[in-house]
């Protein structure tokens, strides 16, 4: 089975803090997606990459930036967080653009 | 990506059958039709999916409309486990985007 890891489940920060998301996928997937999911705009795709140190924006990349620097391994960056970014943060992968999407369990960050 | 439309909740007894419906009468000829569901504090997890004909795996079940302009995912039993947002897309042939998901719907289990 795919496994999806993110590096936390609940996260708390200060508003100006660098914060740093880590995804790990252990199925040599080439495609790697981030999310935000919040109440009553369902998901909304952040930044995606389809190779190592490839990043493609998505929907809502202002104040985000993405590094591929391994295959398994895609990080969300906030370089400067801010309380509009408290949000649930998803991260998937896929075999291929089209395939189906495995998604991590989620990080819930807040910003104070 | 064409629009789904989905009821916002629904409920069902637990060891009967769910009906899923959703509406896409916008999908083109390339869409694919998938569903996704999320448990809660979960991420979402692929359920399904299909283009013309009825499909079937360990999940459950899609039904498509001879026209695609619907389809019915099914649970041929619920369990408490499978109360969960379930969302229904569409994905061009070949599409390479992110996914969109709406609301979805709501499915309550009663014991």
């Known amino acids: 089975d795919v496994k999806v890891t993110q590096s936390s489940r609940y996260l708390v920060k200060r508003t100006g803090e660098k914060v740093f998301l880590e995804c790990v996928q252990d199925?040599?997937?080439?495609?790697m997606f981030w999310y935000r999911q919040d109440p009553g705009l369902g998901l909304r795709l952040i930044y995606f990459?389809?190779?190592?140190?490839?990043?493609e924006k998505g929907d809502i990349p202002e104040g985000y930036s993405v590094s591929r620097e391994k295959k398994e391994r895609f990080s969300l960056i906030l370089e400067s967080a801010s309380t509009n970014q408290t949000s649930m943060y998803l991260c998937?992968?896929?075999?291929?653009?089209?395939?189906?999407?495995?998604f991590g369990p989620g990080t819930r960050l807040t910003v104070l | 990506d064409a629009k789904t439309t989905q009821p916002n909740s629904m409920e069902s007894n637990e060891e009967e059958p769910v009906h899923l419906p959703c509406n896409h009468s916008?999908?083109?000829?390339?869409?694919?039709i998938h569903w996704y569901r999320q448990l809660p504090s979960q991420g979402p997890e692929y359920v399904i999916h299909g283009l013309t004909s009825n499909v079937n795996n360990r999940m459950a079940s899609l039904a498509i409309a001879e026209d695609r302009k619907s389809s019915t995912l099914i649970l041929h039993r619920a369990t408490l486990r499978d109360a969960a947002v379930y969302y229904c897309i569409l994905r061009a042939r070949g599409g390479a985007d992110g996914l969109t998901f709406g609301k979805g719907t709501h499915l309550i289990i009663q014991p």
């Open positions: 916008t999908i083109s000829g390339t869409d694919y």
């Open positions: 199925m040599d997937h080439e495609n």
């Open positions: 990459s389809y190779d190592v140190k490839m990043k």
């Open positions: 998937a992968s896929s075999l291929t653009p089209a395939d189906t999407q495995y």
